[in-house]
């Protein structure tokens, strides 16, 4: 099962992606997600340059193997461009190898663990009340865990909020837009929100907030703290996890479920995390952690700890990872919870894939693979713009983490 072609496909049906789709000898074609936000031609390069050309007659039915290849071979260890382009490799490879048994890729990954995937939705509102509003919308559509995010009283525009009552799209054309911070205006507000969330909503449905790597360990100890009345499924990146021993400090103080990882690209970055037990939930992705393969091995890790999976599942992740996500969770022992915001239908239109959703849980499908193809004339319509992320000031004008 030769490799005979590969190419990198890079589309914008409403916002950016990078998809690797390797052919072999034998007509079967495999997809694997490589968009990371706001830096997607970087992978594209680091494919085109400098991986595609050793990929050309080599078996892809060595997954492992090849995995190491292109890890111990490029010398240079680790980062978010390298283990994104590692990743769309080992996705393609795990697709054609499952498309060349005609089994859903899960059969391969230990077979289905559960019947269903629960995954979280984003609700956000400017304000408290639009926030319990927009709650109130994504229970209606059947979702059992909600992420809240809302507008700060006193800060104008906060990440995670959508205009006009969309989805958020998590980059923007065009230079990146600055939001202003206060962490005190936020840690009067957060508390206050939850307290109105589970008056409204009651005891049973999950909640969750994502504070986007914003306070300091002790900040972040104060709001645990303080949300532990209302019982959150987990608080998310609290704090930049650069020091992992960070998170002791928080971890001392408060019972509320920590959640971190969506900008780890290794299981280096979180094994301190996982083996101290500083956190519930590993949050890292098969796009941006080096694959199926990578975080099998961080989610074997993290089970010795009894710490879950919560992959990263925002629209900045194209459907060929949604659908990697959902075979890995959907097998995987120590799964938790998977994010999942939908896709604009112009995207859905470029990527078909046989995933559902139905009541707030998802099915990953039983098609050979990972059950998603790409549109490539449709995706030649939509050329990549350029876009980035925003960033944070405090209201002084500082830079700031988000
Ligand atoms: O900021 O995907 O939990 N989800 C998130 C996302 C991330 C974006 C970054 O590209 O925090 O909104
Ligand atoms: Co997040």
Known sequence: MKIVDAKVIVCCPGRNFVTLKLLTEDGIYGLGDATLNGRELAVAAYLNEHILPLLIGRDARRIEDTWHYLYKGAYWRRGPVTMSAIAAVDTALWDLKAKSLGVPLYQLLGGASRESVLVYGH???TDLDDTVRAVAHYAELGYKAIR????IPGLAGTYGVG??????????????????WSTEHYLN?????????RKEFGPSIHL????????????AARLGKELEPYHLFWLED???AELQERFRTIRQHTTTPLAVGEVFNSIYDCQQLIEEQLIDYIRTSVVHAGGITHLRKIASLAEMYQVR???????DLSPVCMAAALHFDISVHNFGIQEYMPQTEETDKVFPHSYSFENGLMYPGDAPGLGVDIDESLAAQHPYQRAYLPINRKLDGTMHDW
Do not use: C, W
């Not at 998590?170 to 600055?178: D, L, M, N, T």
């Not at 507000?189 to 969330?197: G, Y």
């Not at 969750?208 to 900040?219: G, K, Q």
């Open 238 to 240: 609290p704090t930049p």
């Open 123 to 125: 609700a956000a509102g």
């Open 163 to 180: 205009r006009g009552g969309t989805h958020y799209e998590p980059a923007e054309k065009g230079a990146p837009p600055e939001n202003r």
């Open 309 to 315: 999976t919560g992959a990263h599942g925002a629209t």
């Open 208 to 219: 969750l907030h994502d504070a986007h790597h914003r306070l300091t360990p002790i900040e």
């Open 189 to 197: 507000f957060v508390p206050q929100m939850f307290s109105r969330l």
């Open 148 to 151: 809240a995010q809302s507008g």
